[in-house]
């Protein structure tokens, strides 16, 4: 079965900190992969995608994300966080009939 | 665009009830997904429909759970009995194609006590 892999669990930074979240999957075929951002109570809002070219992504808010096809990641980051980047973080990629299976999520915390 | 609609925003309601939970996708977005987010096992998919046709149902936890797409700017996610391990934050997402970017909806706070 496809996976998506997000190796932290729980980030706690403080405001200004560079700030990068792993992201591993699975899938070998074309890919499509997607950041989301879900703030505390709300629904997940996309952040940034890849589908093809440039696999450096700019995405809202400041955040990017490089796609490394060799090491199958898609790791997103931003140079320095804010207070108001607390929030749950997503990864997705493509599933079963590139369906987009979501990895468990991480936690940021950015203190001010 | 109002974005999907979900309704209704919480559903607090006794173990063995009938709970319909109802999404409005985005006018002209011809996939729609259910999902249901728990602290114990993520986000989870359920069923998605690609031009109001069920497509892959094999998320859904068991025969409780059923779900309709009677047409393109409408659905529906009913349990039925509900139980306590329903719990969770359902999501409707849609969008242009299977693959691409998804709109979520708000979700439904479902409790079952």
């Known amino acids: 079965a496809q996976s998506v892999s997000q190796h932290n669990h729980h980030v706690i930074l403080s405001e200004a900190a560079s700030l990068e979240l792993g992201c591993n999957y699975s899938y070998g075929g074309t890919v499509n992969l997607f950041w989301y951002v879900q703030y505390p109570g709300q629904h997940l809002q996309l952040l940034l995608k890849y589908f093809s070219g440039d696999p450096l992504v700019k995405g809202i808010k400041g955040f990017e994300a490089e796609f490394i096809k060799s090491k199958f990641s898609f790791n997103l980051r931003k140079p320095s966080v804010q207070w108001s980047d607390t929030a749950e973080y997503f990864c997705?990629?493509?599933?079963?009939?590139?369906?987009?299976?979501f990895g468990r999520g991480t936690s940021l915390i950015v203190h001010p | 665009d109002a974005g999907v609609i979900q309704s209704p925003r919480h559903e607090v309601t006794e173990m063995g009830q009938e709970v319909t939970l109802r999404c409005k996708p985005i006018s002209g977005h011809n996939s729609l997904f259910w999902y249901r987010q728990t602290m114990m096992r993520g986000l989870e998919l359920l069923i998605y429909f690609n031009n109001n046709v069920p497509i892959d149902d094999s998320g859904m936890p068991e025969d409780r759970f059923s779900a309709k797409m009677p047409n393109a700017s409408f659905s529906t996610l009913k349990i039925q009995p509900s139980e306590p391990r329903d719990s969770a934050v359902y999501f409707c997402?849609?969008?242009?194609?299977?693959?691409?970017?998804?709109?979520f909806g708000s979700g439904t706070r479902l409790t079952v006590v």
């Open positions: 997705a990629a493509p599933g079963g009939s590139y369906i987009p299976t």
């Open positions: 997402a849609s969008s242009l194609e299977t693959f691409g970017g998804y709109t």
